[in-house]
């Protein structure tokens, strides 16, 4: 049997750590209409952010050279997960990275802890890669001797983990946009009390390194 695993890892520090005094235990609501109690970290200064018609989106960076950055992106109360799906495309994450602007404000986050497992079998195989999960596969040119070898299970898990300190994350293997701005006031302030989108980016290249949709944020013990 051969295994093959392709493994990715990142730990990161908050330029601008939370304060652990300020959290606290705050309604989260889920996307079910339930409630749930759950810690949140607050900070306020200056942060890279944008607002419009649809959500508001805040950068938290990484580090001394800020580099690296988690966007978290929370829509607008009338603009469910569906919506917000059909609007997260190539394009528009492109115009949204380049309209984040230093504000003044309080951001509002939950800590939370993801990890999500998934077999991609089926899924390697409906995008054209049939013959290497049966016997007739052909891996020649990377084993020694006859014996048939195939691929029998291709799995990934992920992990993340996001506290006042920073992030930790692991993998092992449409409505129409308004751009002109909606915000009233100088100084914003960001609850991120409902279901959100995040995005762990490298922004001198625009790279996404991890992403996801947090609807019920967990913590660990």
Known sequence: MAILINAIYFKGD???PFDP??????????????????????????????ENDAFQAVALP????QNLSMKVILPK?????????????SANWETWNKEFQLREGTIVLPKFQMDYEVEL???????????????????????????????SKVKQKTFIDVNEEGTEAAAATSVEMVKESSIVEDVFYMEVNRPFFVAITE????SILFMGLISNPIVGE
Do not use: C
Not at 62 to 65: C, D, E, I, K, R
């Open 14 to 16: 908050w330029t601008y």
């Open 21 to 50: 005094n300020e959290t606290e235990n705050r309604t989260f609501h889920l996307a079910d209409g339930t409630t749930k109690e759950t810690p949140f970290m607050k900070e306020t200064r200056k942060w890279a952010y944008i």
């Open 62 to 65: 990484y580090g001394s050279n």
């Open 77 to 89: 109360e009338e603009i469910d997960f569906i919506k917000f799906k059909q609007l997260l495309t």
């Open 121 to 151: 079998n089926e899924l390697l195989q409906d995008l054209g890669m049939k013959t290497a999960f049966h016997h007739d596969a052909n891996f020649s040119k990377m084993i020694y001797g006859d014996d048939p070898v195939w691929i």
């Open 203 to 206: 922004d001198l290249t625009g």
